[in-house]
């Protein structure tokens, strides 16, 4: 088995956050770290340096999850997978600009969290 990926967690809803942290271990991911909200995950991928950030677009707070993603490019080219509820497509050309590897529309299962990931090791 390769090396065990270390994710970060970008959720404002606990449920979700429970939901995909017990999927992406069951996946054989470590789950490093959880935020809530933009700037406390900013501070996190520093302190944490994340292999991967699984992010919700929609957080409370001054940012949302591209805001956050944009501002965390500025010190690191950790690869992002975005979730959202919002398939509107200007979120979507809005994300594009920050080079993602997924953008995967709620609810997800672990069959397509899975997918997500294995398009970081091709």
Do not use: C, H, W
Request: proline share 3%; charged share 25%; no cysteine.
């Amino acid at each position: 088995m390769s090396v065990q990926k270390n994710i970060l967690i970008v959720e404002d809803e606990g449920i979700l956050v429970l939901v995909n942290a017990k999927l992406l271990t069951d996946l054989g991911y470590n789950v490093i770290g959880k935020a809530s909200n933009g700037s406390e995950a900013i501070e996190l991928v520093k302190k944490l340096n994340p292999d991967i950030i699984l992010i919700d677009i929609k957080l409370k707070g001054e940012m949302d999850g591209i805001d956050t993603i944009e501002e965390i490019q500025k010190f690191s080219n950790v690869p992002v997978i975005y979730l959202t509820g919002n398939s509107e497509p200007e979120t979507y050309k809005r994300a594009l600009k920050t080079n993602f590897i997924s953008f995967l529309i709620k609810p997800v299962n672990g069959e397509i969290l899975k997918q997500a990931f294995e398009k970081l090791n091709t």
